[in-house]
């Protein structure tokens, strides 16, 4: 039986209003249509549309380091009033938003000539993340509006948006709430038009517990005890930022102290956990950042915009170091140095990140990206400069060599295979947050390290700095770059064998690099794209079409019978086939099967003859491929053998050099050697004393020992990694506990990576690698991932390096159909 309907008040009530809802639908719907040429409603789309332009926000933050008595989580509430100028008529606002939930959006405490702004409906959508605003009538082109809201977040632990970090102290749990804006995480703290083109001026206020210290990207402006509910808070507001994106956003909060330099433009402080700042592991950072800042204001010719410029070491913290315009972020072991327990490496690293992160300080926070599917914008001009800034605060370190070793030969590996990727890609490619996430890989940072060689080195600062000012405050894209620098070549009489745009188009816009095969006998030039596995399916053009041209004119004399060139013009590397002494590049041409395998690894017979840190580093990066391929198999040993031969006579070298081991090398790159070549030799050391081990060999000694050990061992560099109170001290313990024989303590690292109270999120992928890397601990890593595969992409699949360098790191060994086939079927 049908059921019926009593016509009443209520009755005619509901069908009003579905009639009100129903036309509201199509009224959208119909909007959509007008706008976007299609079915899709504004908000299923992952771009603004642009209706809109914010032009600042005052945003008021409020984090609870307790959890909440009712549900036991952390929370966080705000309250944010964003300006902003309507620049198409819309009565459809779209505002970012994620995980949030609100008690209220409307446009009281109208100010500053703001128009009414009368909301009729709002809702979120979780799928595209937005809060949707529908409005009762248009909002006027050229008029300015605002838009309250108070809203509750999650202070999670999830390492992304507003978060809180844990650590333990003298004894106490101590909690800081820090953030990650980077890429698209700012809409997780407040509603926000969260692309990078949508810069904005941000008042930010932060209320936190007395006693502790509350930090933003401006200066603390005001400080003031309050009183909510009963209850003492302190109320710091800052300094308004300059106009910026909302990835730049920085907030903390903390128990930390710092330490600072005298100067005040700008005030220069580094904030660590205090028994950190007490033993004095933040001075290097301290005495570097003022001469790098000073190199980059004096190289591209403007000055440090900010007041202040804070550096803050954290415990949990997803990437390496994040830019965020003056206050920058990092993981301890990148900003702390500990001079007693730390390496020659760490030392280097932590000036080298430093100089990056500052680099951005103008190289994509002054002048950003328009949107992410050109992050080489920011990331690779930053990666280039920082070795400029480094070379400056340690000039006789002679950083920048190790560009070659660091970024150029990483970025050739990458490069060389089929799932690389242009430079450049389609905007309307990259639209998805995980997408965004992915471009901020190997290619992004490195491949644009040579371009400085189109011209000389006072031309290319000299481009720089047109280009900066030029789009001060403002975003660019690839091809604004390409002007910039044809007309520095033009204003300074300068001259390139083509346009900018010409040259710098196909290296952009395609993938990869060629190998270019030269019979000078008969004069014939030909080339192909280069891929390390012959027998790959590409679809892609083969690249760099005018590479030829340039070699006719190469300054090398082309005498020999059978040539090979291959890399990123114009930085080609010359192989010649019938020279003796061949170089590194060779093992790319076997793998790539261009040359015989024993023709590359005949090259290594110098090696026993070699003193220099380059050469060596680069063969055994090298030789490592046969090593994953081989260390399964009966030439494994003979292979080691051969290898301990080769290093022998180096070993006797440096024996002399520092004179029976009794002092260290002077040069910077032999900290890096002594350490290389005792990887080779060391084989055992299970009862040094730590303490007496040069900070610059611990890592290796700690791997020997425990590898030579057993549980007993294992167990005692496990202590000393809980008890650790320098970070890279804890590193260098937790890479050499997955050295272990013992698949049983294997097993059971891999299982802590499950709980982060045992190993932090931020470090779970490296154990994860470093047992992988271990001979008898690659299938047991492999299988781990495989069991919980749901779990590791839920929780670390939101950034390409970390995630990538795991699925690396576990099929690095696989050489088998059976292994590729378990790759395809999970």
Known sequence: MGKTCRVSTLCVLCVILALVSIATIVTLWTLALTDHGDVTAPWDSYRL???????????????????????????????????????????????HSSQLSYTRQDNEHMANGAAALIIEST??????????????????????????????????DDLSGFYRSEYEEDGLQKIVATS??????????????????????????????????????????????????????????????KKMSTYLLAITVSDYTYINTTQKDPQIRIWARRKAI?????????????????????????????????????????????????????????????????????????????????????????????????????????SYVAYLGADHAEPTWNVRDLIVLDKIHKVFAVDALTSSHPLSSNEDS????????????????????????????????????????????????????????????????????????????????????????????????????????????????S????????????????????????????????????????????????????????????????LSKETEYMPWQSALNNLDYYYLMLDRTDVYQPMQ?????????????????????SSVPVQHTDHFFKRMYFKILTQQCVNCNLFRIHPNLRSVVYCSAIAAGDEAEWEFGWLQFKIASVANEANKLMFALACTNNTELLNRYLSYTLNSTIIRKQDATSVITSVASNRAGQKLAWDFVRNHWEYMFTEYGVGSFSFASMITGVTARFSTPAELQEVYTH
Not at 131 to 153: D, P
Not at 574 to 600: D, E, G, H, V, W
Not at 641 to 658: A, E, G, H, S, W
């Open 49 to 95: 549309s642009m209706d809109v332009i914010p032009e600042y926000y005052n945003i008021t933050i409020w984090p609870r380091l307790s959890p909440d008595p009712n549900n036991g989580l952390y929370i966080f509430t705000g309250q944010s009033t964003v300006h902003f100028e309507c620049v198409k008529e819309t009565n459809l606002i779209l505002i």
């Open 123 to 156: 809702w979120l959508q979780p799928e595209t993340q937005y809060l949707v605003i529908n409005l009762k009538s248009k909002l006027r082109q050229g008029q300015k509006y605002q838009l309250y809201t108070e809203f509750t977040g999650e202070l999670a």
């Open 180 to 241: 990650q804006m980077h890429p698209t995480y700012a809409r997780k703290t407040f509603p926000c038009f969260d692309e990078p083109a949508l810069k904005a001026i941000f008042h930010i206020t932060l209320i936190h517990p007395p006693g502790t210290v509350a930090l933003s990207n401006g200066m603390e402006r005001d400080i003031a005890n309050i009183t909510i509910d009963g209850v003492s808070w302190t109320k710091t507001k800052f300094e308004p930022t």
């Open 278 to 382: 007490d033993l004095g592991q933040g001075n290097y950072a301290l005495n570097v950042t003022g001469p790098i800042l000073d190199f980059f204001q004096s190289y591209y010719n403007i000055a440090y915009p900010l007041t202040k410029s804070d550096q803050i070491a954290l415990p949990d913290f997803y990437y390496g170091a994040m830019e965020n315009w003056g206050l920058v972020t990092y993981r301890e072991t990148n900003l702390l140095y500990d001079p007693k327990t730390s390496s020659s490496r760490n030392k280097e690293k932590t000036a080298t990140i430093i100089a990056h992160e500052l680099a951005h300080m103008w190289f994509g926070n002054l002048v950003t990206l328009r949107w992410w599917n050109e992050v080489w914008l920011n990331e690779g001009f930053a």
């Open 430 to 541: 990259i639209v998805l947050p995980n997408q965004i996430s992915e471009q901020f890989d190997v290619i992004s940072y490195s491949k644009v390290q040579k371009l400085q060689h189109l011209t000389n080195f006072g031309l290319f600062s000299f481009f720089l700095q047109t280009y900066l000012n030029h789009f001060g405050y403002s975003n660019t894209v690839g091809n604004d770059l390409w002007h910039h620098l044809q007309m520095a070549v033009k204003d300074n009489n300068g001259s390139l064998p083509h346009s900018v745009d010409r040259i710098m188009s196909p290296w952009v816009l395609q993938m990869g690099f060629p190998v270019v095969t030269i019979n000078t006998a008969i004069g014939k030039v030909s080339q192909k794209h280069f891929l390390l596995d012959a027998d790959s399916n590409v679809t892609v053009k």
């Open 543 to 606: 690249p760099y079409k005018y590479a030829e041209l340039q070699l006719l004119k190469c300054k090398y004399a082309l005498t020999h019978c059978g040539m090979m060139v291959f890399g990123y013009w114009p930085t080609l590397i010359l192989i010649q086939i019938t020279s003796n002494k061949l170089f590194i590049p060779m093992y790319s041409f076997c793998r790539a099967q261009l040359l015989s395998t024993s023709l590359a690894l005949r090259t290594t017979s110098y």
């Open 641 to 661: 053998d051969y290898i301990r031969k080769q290093v022998t006579p180096l070993f006797l070298y440096f024996k002399n050099m520092t004179l029976d081991w």
